[in-house]
């Protein structure tokens, strides 16, 4: 194991990584921004060191700056987190240059993830089931109109560098498809540099449901089971669980072996979540591998009693897994909260402040992960996410009891502060919610309530 590693990020996944390496006896050093000055997760660290203004920009993803503070605090390993520089293959690269391991997968595979036309001619081929269309990029809106043509009606417009719903587009005719195909491309451009598209059919009101991945030094993967992370808006998910109300047994199946397959496929090492879409008649579709740790990992450690942040750790040292398949069993139910200090209420609008009054629950079945501290206040510069309520029961309904009664003891207050834990007991209390009813469009759906 490394005897020191470094911690490129913030919040509570920063708190999360230097967590697992303090159990594994290794040291974390943690960077920051002057706009994370003093914060609390900083105490948790073996040492802090600030690389610049609060602008990400300037600090969080301004590699030159990490380098140099990896350099100076002589870690063996650097752990990027999510979002920042997580899936930035030439940051992987760099660090492989400096003899410094980063922590997920080889820079190869992270730039093979991220083309998603490229990801899906290589699902198709290792037999992942992927949704229907071109075969990889569209070079003109003619091509794309012959390909909507050949698969029907609608289709969707898809920025081969893009994902998490960036670059898209969906089309219901040929003149939709011709306006949607130069708007996503002219989008991708300029968000990415690269503005390859693909084109395939689009899929109405699917859940999405993702495979959480584990792959060992020599290759080896297992994978752990899936996550529904249908409660979402605009992409931002707000409710995870575990396993899905959705999935049969031979779906979960099915799908589990159809994401090993493709990060064998891929090559693929460390922690990474194969994503799906699956729709109404229980088809599910490859859409792209995330080569990251997710915020939402942990309802699949409540499940399976397995820490993957660790694994992350001990994959990146060169270990192969000491376990197999047949290891991972499945128990229980578990539900992730995002507590955001955000506004339902105004589209969502950030609403920090400083914390003056904070209860954070506890008790049975209840797992906070949160960097967040009475007298904290809450950055503007960053998302606004401010800690993880995780529940975990014997089944769906214990779970969702346990939330209830968390919820209700939770308290963030303080000036200017409004969080999403209010829209979590109302969504608790939707009969489609409870009853495992719902797709992606459930919250548009409800907003109203
Ligand atoms: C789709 C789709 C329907 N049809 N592809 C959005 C994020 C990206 N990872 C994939 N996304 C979608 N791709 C086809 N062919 C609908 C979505 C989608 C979605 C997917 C997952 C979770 C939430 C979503 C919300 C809207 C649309």
Excluded at 264 to 275: L, P
Excluded at 286 to 307: C, K, S, W, Y
Excluded at 421 to 448: C, P, W
Aim: hydrophobic residues 45%; contains cysteine.
């Amino acid at each position: 194991m490394f005897g020191r590693i470094l911690v490129a990020n913030r919040g509570e996944i920063a708190l999360r990584v230097i967590r697992a390496a303090h159990e594994l006896d290794c040291e974390a050093v943690v960077v920051y921004s002057q706009g994370d000055a003093g914060a609390p997760w900083l105490d948790a660290a073996d040492e802090s060191i600030c690389i610049g203004p609060a602008p990400s920009a300037q600090s969080y993803l301004d590699i030159p700056r990490i380098l140099a503070a990896a350099e100076v605090a002589d870690v063996e390993a650097i752990h990027p987190g999510y979002g920042f520089l997580a899936e930035n293959a030439h940051f992987a690269e760099i660090c492989a240059g400096c003899n410094i391991v980063f922590i997920g997968p080889p820079a190869e595979v992270i730039n093979s993830c991220g083309d998603k036309a490229a990801a899906k001619a290589l699902a198709k081929s290792a037999g992942v089931p992927v949704v229907p269309g071109s075969e990889g990029a569209v070079a003109d809106a003619d091509e794309a109109a012959r390909i909507a043509e050949e698969i029907g009606y609608p289709v969707m417009i898809k920025a081969s560098a893009g994902g998490g719903g960036r670059g898209m587009r969906m089309a219901r005719n040929e003149i939709t498809l011709r306006s949607g195909f130069t708007a996503a491309q002219n989008e991708a451009g300029a968000a990415f540099g690269d503005d390859t598209v693909y084109v395939e059919k689009f899929v109405e009101n699917p859940r999405h449901i993702e495979i959480q991945v584990l792959a060992g030094a020599d290759g080896e993967v297992v994978h752990l089971g899936e996550r529904d992370c249908s409660v979402q808006r605009r992409h931002q998910k707000l409710v995870e669980e575990a396993p899905s109300p959705a999935l049969t047994p031979e779906i979960r199946e099915a799908m589990g072996a159809a994401a090993v397959a493709y990060a064998k496929a891929a090559g693929y090492r460390n922690a990474g979540t194969v994503e799906f879409l699956l729709d109404k008649d229980g088809e599910f579709y490859f859409i792209e591998l995330n080569a990251r740790i997710q915020v939402e990992h942990p309802v699949t450690e409540m499940v399976t009693g397995i820490d993957l942040v660790r694994w992350q750790l001990r994959v990146a040292a060169g270990e192969k897994l000491d376990f197999t398949q047949a290891d991972v069993q499945l128990r229980g139910h578990a539900m992730e909260f995002r507590i955001n200090a955000e506004n339902p209420e105004r589209g969502f609008a950030p609403a920090p402040g400083k914390i003056d009054h904070l209860v954070l629950p506890g008790g049975r079945g209840v797992r906070i992960d949160s960097h967040v501290a009475a007298g904290y206040e809450i950055p503007r510069h960053y998302d606004s996410m401010i800690a993880k309520l995780i529940c975990y029961g014997d089944d769906r309904d214990e779970a969702m009891r346990i939330a209830r009664r968390a919820l209700r003891e939770l308290r963030v207050e303080g000036r200017g502060i409004a969080t999403t834990a209010g829209l979590h007991q109302r969504i608790l209390a939707q009969a489609d919610f409870v009853n495992g009813n719902f797709d992606t469009s459930f919250l548009e759906r409800h907003l109203d309530v």
